[in-house]
């Protein structure tokens, strides 16, 4: 593999690890725990995994002699900065404790465990992706790990290759089938122990005991590194209004995150607008007002971020999207086979009264985004739907309005950029190349300790990574139970942006400034090298929240 100089001086960079992962680690049991609610019922259907205690590794200086032991690692999902560290700190951690362990990788997420499709991950392979972006090294994949005779297949390649443990990377959803997968095994008795580790850009995998999920650093700062440039170019050249949306799924943190970094004039932020029960012409209104207001001031540019997720948090939206998930479930077929200039009437012929006139006000190419394939859990995929598009279309027309009735003066250009896959590989921030490696790391000592149902954490982490706390926190206590496809379900309850919390509160407080005042701020690339008030910041969503 041909390499830039900075992927030779990045390579030599070593992780930083919490203290007490640096010798012999010695575990420290809290109390029993619960999970957050529903608690009879989660307990039911883990009774082997469920009430485990929190753990916390404390330095020691006692020799254990470990026996080797064969661990498998998983990659599943979107691809997020850091993975490729997460496998080097397990890798590093077995080695520790006994050279002859051996690490096995499942080719292209879960559905190499089913498969049996993996390769054995040998200290030459681990070293060319150390401190890399990306999830190459063994491929990631959204195969769902649910049934039983998926379990049983997935034993049969762990039996013969000896492996005693699996590591699975991955968001709330695979992490919520990690636990399912450990309480079979632990259930079958058949000494395959399962850990989870918090993976996502989208930063909605996070609770008391998880501060955030690995690769929102790196994104968000990709994204705002971007975001500063157009924002320079829009404050120079002052005649466009740059339409940004941001991955992130359903949560807004991504977007919040930016925001803050880089001060935009308008972001919208789809927690907000559920709650308000704003409509998409309130939505819209808001943003023309300040595109109006900015005009007022011979200011006819601006930047707007907008969430992912946001349609699926507009009321109405939201009942039109799940009356559509519905019936294109059970009429998938008949739906296939009408002609695509005939689709757009067939569905509004479909729908009830309300959502069939919510869909007819919609742009064709956006009503056509919103009958595309489902992702494999059933939901729309809203990277596909270009809510930049739909926004900056119907400012526009409500500016014409407004224009006409004198309401408004000023030219309106819209530019549109989607942020989303160009951060998800980039090289890990210092921040999330020590904080996976230290998750890694982490797995090692859990599954040497012999745990299993517990998701690797690692806490403190705007402190200096010597002080971190590295642990393990059973997976059933971020569960509750949930509707899916019409059944009740244990589930990781998905971390959704908080209007209460620290960060939406401070970009709440500064908002009207921003949207008036050109204040942007230009982060500039991520540094790897410098000075550590440079290179070792985390985001500021995490500082926010950690300021108590
Ligand atoms: P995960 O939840 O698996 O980490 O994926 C997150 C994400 O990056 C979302 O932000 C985005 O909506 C989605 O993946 C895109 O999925 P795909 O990679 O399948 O296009």
Not at 167 to 184: K, R
Not at 446 to 473: C, D, F, Q
Request: glycine fraction near 8%; include cysteine; charged fraction near 25%.
């Amino acid at each position: 593999m041909t390499k830039s100089a900075l992927q030779i001086a990045r390579a030599a960079y070593q992780p930083k690890l919490p203290k007490a992962l640096k010798g012999t680690v010695k575990v420290s049991e809290g109390n029993p725990t619960q999970s957050i609610a529903d608690q009879e019922a989660i307990q039911k259907l883990f009774p082997n995994t469920y009430g485990m205690p929190i753990i916390q590794f404390v330095e020691s200086d006692e020799q254990v002699n470990y026996p080797a032991i064969n661990v498998g690692v998983i990659l599943s999902g979107g691809q997020a900065p850091g993975g490729h560290n997460v496998i080097s700190g397990i890798f590093d951690g077995i080695k520790k404790m006994n050279k002859e362990s051996k690490l096995y990788g499942f080719i292209l997420g879960p559905g190499g465990l089913v498969d049996h499709n993996y390769k054995e991950l040998t200290a030459e392979i681990i070293d060319e992706y150390r401190n890399t972006g990306g999830f190459d090294i063994i491929g990631s994949g959204r195969t769902k790990l649910e049934k039983e005779s998926q379990f049983d297949k997935g034993y049969e390649i762990l039996k013969e290759l000896k492996i005693k443990a699996l590591v699975i990377i991955g968001g709330d959803d695979s992490n919520t089938n990690a636990c399912v997968l450990a309480e079979y095994y632990a259930a079958k008795n058949n000494g395959v122990q399962v850990i989870g580790c918090p993976k996502t850009i989208d930063g909605d995998l996070k609770n008391e005991m998880i501060e955030t999920s690995f690769g929102f650093d790196t994104a968000c700062k990709v994204y705002s590194e971007v975001i500063g440039n157009i924002q320079r170019d829009c404050n120079s050249a002052r005649k466009y209004w740059h339409f940004i949306k941001l991955m992130g799924r359903s949560a807004s943190h991504i977007a919040l995150e930016c925001a803050l970094q880089v001060q935009p004039n308008v972001c919208i932020v789809s927690e907000e607008v559920e709650e308000r029960n704003m409509s998409l012409d309130d939505v819209v209104t808001y943003i023309a007002q300040i595109v109006a207001d900015r005009a007022a001031k011979g200011d006819n540019f601006g930047t707007v971020l907008i969430p992912e997720g946001l349609v699926e948090f507009i009321p109405a939206m939201k009942r039109l999207i799940a009356e559509l998930n519905d019936f294109l479930a059970t009429n998938a077929e008949e739906f296939a086979h009408i002609k695509k200039s005939h689709q757009r009437e067939y569905i509004i012929s479909k729908l009830s009264t309300e959502n069939a006139e919510v869909y007819a006000s919609l742009p064709e190419g956006v009503a056509r985004q919103l009958t595309l394939d489902r992702d494999p859990h059933g939901n729309v995929q809203v990277s596909l739907i270009e809510t930049e598009k739909l926004l900056s279309e119907m400012v526009g027309t409500k500016l014409a309005k407004w224009k006409e009735e004198g309401k408004y003066v000023g030219k309106f250009a819209a530019l549109h950029h989607f942020f989303g896959y160009e951060g998800r590989c980039a090289a890990p921030s210092n921040y999330d190349a020590d904080y996976c490696y230290s998750l890694g790391y982490t797995a090692s000592a859990l599954i040497a300790n012999g745990k299993t149902g517990y998701m690797s954490s690692v806490r403190n982490t705007t402190a200096p990574a010597e002080e971190w706390i590295a642990g393990g926190v059973p997976i059933t206590m971020m569960m509750n139970m949930e509707r899916r496809h019409g059944e009740m379900k244990p589930v990781i309850q998905k971390a959704l942006v908080k209007l209460d919390g620290a960060p939406f509160k401070e970009f709440a407080s500064k908002r009207e400034s921003w949207a008036i005042n050109t204040d942007y701020v230009y982060p500039g690339p991520i540094q790897y090298f410098g000075p550590t008030e440079v290179c070792d910041q985390p985001t500021k969503t995490l500082k926010l929240e950690q300021t108590k």
